[in-house]
């Protein structure tokens, strides 16, 4: 991982007290979370039959289909069979948007489609239908390496999510890097640590018992840490998803994925 | 099926709540087992029949990361004809607030008598398989499961 | 909201042949046992039974109890005994009900 160049580095350094690079997983170290599932979980993951993820892509497909809005259009009016159109999509995705001048995520990108092209209201964070298409449009990148552009117009936001990521929060007054680049396959609790890697969103939690996207997980450890969560669909969270990706660069998409 | 006596207990408690207030509430009540509980769950399926261990095989990790989503299987050993065969598996848990957990009818048009669910477990314990068989008898095999729980709990949402 | 179901069997098979049958349908399976933020019970709902007929005739039942996972998934066997149908259909709590189908081929 190439560090930030100029100011910033110096700033994030002083802030934090201890330099960025050590703490980073080296990229031929990486290891998705699939590697820490027991062998039940690899196999509901592994066969689509099993995995109750599937239930929820089937649902996108309908979705995907089905007409909608003032314009009385679906989404395959536009983008046709997802199995082309989608290919390799949420694999790059968060991307920045021109319009919002930012990088926006999957879920921000289907609802501005919703609102500009079908002239309907956008879908709720965590409502069954968003979840159901991030989870068949992000299917259609299974198997292929994550993709995240880094460049002049991302950088700065990437960096702002690797600030949030090695800022300590909360009243555990931990950060994300703590667990996840320094004590990753330890034991928390008598759980063992992933590197934290969002290879395989939305997925199902058996935690969870339904599928969820990675701002739901991300809530999760906020308040596991007892920190204040920002709200589903602030800027932070696209912008650490925007970072996680980028740290998971030519990983395998995985979605959906089972996790514990 | 014989739910009596939890309804009663959880009767009790949600009157007991109800009496003290929400304020004075500092966490809610974990529904449990009651000693006895698996006991009177399997006689009032298989009544006062002898249960023998042997040609069942229970299947279930030892150890499991999330007792939300148990992979559980049940095999037992018969031919599966019209003269010899399994008429149903029952399944029962000792520490969850109800000791049944599935029950399955087969017959010998079954070919094999293997199951497969996944279950919840409130945390470690034994849990039990009985196989009734189509000449009366009945046969178990208990295993138990090291349940782990998650390091970060999350709101309700 | 209607129920999402699953259901996986061969889509042919020769005459005798025990085959395996998966079952997966989207339900919360709330167990009537947690608590809500208020300290109040959530009321149970479930899915209580399962059963599948084969053209016509029952060979797998099954009822189900709160500890079984949300999202139920079952599987069986079956002998194939014949080209048809195989019905499923799913009974729960508060009026639940979802049927399922699929198609075999024997020879």
Known sequence: ?????????GAVVAVLGMPLALAEIPLDQRRSGYDQLSPASKAMQDDDTSNPATLTVLDGEALWGRKAGEANKSCADCHGDAATSMRGVSARYPAFSPAKARPID????????????????????ESRDLLALTAFIGKQSRGMPIAVTNDEKTRPFIEAGQRSYGMRQGQLNLSCQNCHDDHWGQKLAGVPLVQGHPNGYPLYRLEWQSVGSLQRRLRNCLIGMRAEPYAYGADEYVDLELFLMWRARGMTVETPAVRP | MDGFDITRREALIAGGLAAAGAASLASPPVAASTPGQMEHAIRSLIGEAEVRK?????????????????????????????????????VFNEKNPQANVISVQL??????????????LAGTQTLTAIAEMSDGTYWSDSQEVIVTLAACLEDLI | MSARALINVPRKARRGDVIEIKTLISHIMETGFRHGTMGELIPRDIITSLSCKYNGEEIFATQLYPAIA?????TFHTVATESGTLAFHWIGDNGFEATEEAKIVVE
């Not at chain 2, 990790?61 to 299987?73: D, F």
């Not at chain 3, 949300?70 to 079952?74: H, L, R, T």
């Open chain 2, 107 to 120: 017959g010998p048009r079954a070919g094999k008598a293997h199951v497969s669910t996944r279950v919840r």
């Open chain 1, 1 to 9: 991982m190439h560090p930030p160049h100029g100011i910033a580095i």
């Open chain 3, 70 to 74: 949300a999202n139920p998934f079952v």
């Open chain 2, 54 to 90: 042997g040609k069942v095989t229970l299947d279930l990790p030892p150890l499991v990361e999330n007792g939300n989503t148990v992979p559980l299987t049940v095999i037992v050993d018969s031919p599966m004809t019209k003269a010899d065969h399994v008429k149903a598996i029952h």
């Open chain 1, 106 to 125: 999957i879920e921000q990108r289907v609802n501005l489609c919703r609102t500009e092209q079908q002239k309907v209201a956008p879908l709720a964070h």
